[in-house]
């Protein structure tokens, strides 16, 4: 399939709803692919996470959903104003993982840690997670990928973070090296406040026409929810192509590092 027209919409047919055998197929071929595409959607705005899960699900796949801990209490501070609309809770959040998607954390309250003293932010990353813990299904720090607010980490930070997580995600390249055993840090690329279709569509070009790498994108909400949104049916026809072409993965983050 000529790469240029990934987006056209191909003649696939109706995408297989059965999310257990599609994880099961494509950890059996995933040493094929060469490329893998992690969408990565933070901030956890209700109506968009609930569609984002839906258009993922017509094609067999598990979304990657990041999560405030502490967004959907009554008195949450928003940071700024693209955090206006209603978030989830984990009620939705552990029914979405039982659907198959993925969710990790994006911080205690959405705070830059990058700009506070490293006690302070690692005390903040610690509540995040003890959250999670309590709050979320199964969940396990040590295999979570965390993903830093403002994609804003410190070296210090950075050198900490593995004691407690699988991963973290930051800012830097959109497209990574394939993951190994020793992939830890997560780098990315985001696009806004405005919409991001075809920002994200120049990387995923970028993406294929690389012999291989592992593209995250910091993507937010849908349509026009949150900083930086992407058009809902742009992503429906995105992901068709995509999951229509042999050397490409769709994972969660937390998903991909497992596969490997
Ligand atoms: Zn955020």
């Not at 390249?173 to 994200?200: H, M, R, V």
């Not at 049916?233 to 995509?242: A, Q, R, S, T, V």
Request: aromatic fraction near 10%; glycine fraction near 6%; hydrophobic fraction near 35%.
């Amino acid at each position: 399939m000529n790469r240029r027209h990934f987006v056209k919409r191909s003649g696939m047919g109706i995408a297989s709803l059965s999310l257990p055998f599609r994880f099961t197929n494509c950890k059996s071929q995933l040493s094929e692919k060469r490329h893998i595409v992690t969408l990565s959607f933070d901030d956890g705005i209700k109506e968009s996470s609930v569609k984002t899960a839906e258009i993922y699900e017509k094609y067999g796949l598990s979304a990657c959903i990041n999560v405030i801990a502490t967004a959907h209490i009554k008195n949450f501070e928003m940071p700024n104003e693209y955090h206006k609309w209603p978030v989830g809770d984990f009620g939705l959040w552990n029914e979405l993982q039982q659907r198959g998607h993925e969710i990790m954390p994006h911080g205690y309250r959405h705070a830059n840690l990058r700009k506070m003293p490293f006690e302070k932010a690692k005390d903040l990353i610690m509540r995040c997670l003890d959250v999670f813990s309590g709050k979320l299904k199964g969940f396990e720090p040590q295999r979570s990928v965390f993903n830093f607010p403002y994609n804003a980490s410190s070296p210090e930070l950075e050198e900490w973070l593995p004691s407690q997580v699988r991963a973290f995600r930051t800012s830097g390249k959109a497209i990574n090296p394939l993951p190994n055993e020793y992939t830890i840090k997560l780098t990315c690329s985001s696009f806004g406040p405005g919409n991001i279709d075809q920002d994200l569509k120049s990387k995923v070009d970028e993406l294929l026409s690389a012999p291989s790498g592992w593209l995250i994108y910091n993507t937010h909400g849908l349509d026009d929810e949150g900083w930086g949104p992407l058009r809902s049916d742009f992503l429906d026809n995105l992901l068709k192509e995509l999951t229509d072409l042999e050397s490409v993965a769709v994972l969660p983050a937390g998903k991909a590092l497992q596969l490997i």
